[in-house]
Nanobody, 119 residues
Framework: QVQFAESGGGLVQAGGSLRLSCAAS????????IGWYRQAPGKQRELVAR???????NYADSVKGRFTISRDNAKKTVYLQMNSLKPEDTAVYYC?????????????WGQGTQVIVSS
């Protein structure tokens, strides 16, 4: 059973930093590209960053230069370091396999971790 568990969110002032963690189980972690996604109130879930099995990374334009995704295959964990946070980064953050969102099985989404950035 594929499961993802996110942690590390919280309330932070604009300009602050947070580090999110994503623990995966039920998959051969090392061979999977993993993505961090977020969903703000009233908006659709969107891809924020992804990292391939080889460590290549890509970012949404809105977070480029501020967020860094990384992975530790031994721990089956992916991280998202978020710096220079803005109020518009406020959302619930999720991780999952990197794939078009519409194709991701709903049952594989975790609870997410809430990030609130105050101005």
């Amino acid at each position: 059973q594929v499961q993802f568990a996110e942690s590390g969110g919280g309330l932070v002032q604009a300009g602050g930093s947070l580090r999110l963690s994503c623990a995966a189980s039920g998959i051969t972690f090392a061979i999977n590209a993993i993505g961090w996604y977020r969903q703000a109130p009233g908006k659709q879930r969107e891809l924020v960053a992804r990292i391939t099995s080889g460590g290549s990374t890509n970012y949404a334009d809105s977070v480029k230069g501020r967020f860094t995704i990384s992975r530790d295959n031994a721990k089956k964990t992916v991280y998202l370091q978020m710096n220079s946070l803005k109020p518009e980064d406020t959302a619930v953050y999720y991780c999952n396999r990197f794939a078009p969102i519409a194709t991701i099985q709903p049952v594989t989404w975790g609870q997410g971790t809430q990030v609130i950035v105050s101005s």
